[in-house]
Nanobody
Framework: QVQLVESGGGLVQAGGSLRLSCAASGRTFGWSVMGWFRQAPRKGREFVAAITWSGGSTNYADSVKGRFTISRDNANNTMYLQMNSVKPDDTAVYYC??????????????????WGQGTQVTVSS
């Protein structure tokens, strides 16, 4: 059974840093892309960043480019999101997701097969 488990969320002051982790377990053979999305209250799910399974290519939303860094630890099947210079607008539940099979456009939530349960990030001003 495939499972994605996020951790690392919490409360942080504006300008601070936080690192989210996403541990994958189960059958990961054939996975092509992993991504981070977020959802703030009363808003839709928003793309944050994505990385190919090999880790060779990354993609970022304009709102986080230059502040967030996505990475993978292939040996441990773990993906990370390093969040620096956070802003109150970054407050949301953050979800990790994975695509199985041929890669689809990374910014579209519907292209992902598996999702984690989410971790809350709250940025205070």
């Amino acid at each position: 059974q495939v499972q994605l488990v996020e951790s690392g969320g919490g409360l942080v002051q504006a300008g601070g840093s936080l690192r989210l982790s996403c541990a994958a377990s189960g059958r990961t053979f054939g996975w092509s892309v992993m991504g981070w999305f977020r959802q703030a209250p009363r808003k839709g799910r928003e793309f944050v960043a994505a990385i190919t399974w090999s880790g060779g290519s990354t993609n970022y939303a304009d709102s986080v480019k230059g502040r967030f860094t996505i990475s993978r630890d292939n040996a441990n099947n773990t993906m990370y999101l390093q969040m620096n210079s956070v802003k109150p607008d970054d407050t949301a539940v953050y979800y990790c997701a994975a695509q199985e099979g041929p890669p689809r456009p990374p910014r579209y939530p519907g292209g992902y097969n598996y999702w984690g349960q989410g971790t809350q990030v709250t940025v205070s001003s």
